[in-house]
């Protein structure tokens, strides 16, 4: 079965860094996407970045772009998510996604793919 289990979460304060990790497992490294999702309390679901697995391809939300960095390793089959300058609007439930298709995904719907549990990020001093 499709698995994909995030880590690394906790509590910082502005300015700081936190990875997270993704793990896969069940299915094959080389194609569709992974994406990073997060909600914040009271808030929808909004994309943060995602990686084309077959291409190397990164993308992110206009809000991360410069502070957070998406990479993936093959060979462990985890992606990678290195946040840094950390402000307290990131805060949120990070969530580590599946997906198989290989096209750009315009919606974000949480009945797409296969989401991980869900770690939690808290930014405050």
């Known amino acids: 079965a499709v698995q994909v289990v995030e880590s690394g979460g906790g509590l910082v304060q502005p300015g700081e860094s936190l990875t997270l990790t993704c793990t896969g497992s069940g299915f094959a490294f080389s194609s569709g996407w992974m994406y990073w999702v997060r909600q914040a309390p009271g808030k929808e679901l909004e994309w943060v970045s995602r990686?084309?697995?077959?291409?190397?391809?990164?993308y992110y939300e206009n809000s991360v772009r410069g502070r957070f960095t998406i990479s993936k390793d093959n060979g462990k089959n985890t992606v990678t998510l290195q946040m840094n300058s950390l402000k307290p609007e990131d805060t949120g439930v990070y969530y580590c996604v599946r997906d198989p298709i290989t096209y750009f995904r315009q919606t974000l719907s949480r009945s797409l793919g296969t989401w991980g549990q869900g770690t939690q990020v808290t930014v405050s001093s």
């Open positions: 990686t084309d697995l077959s291409t190397g391809s990164t």
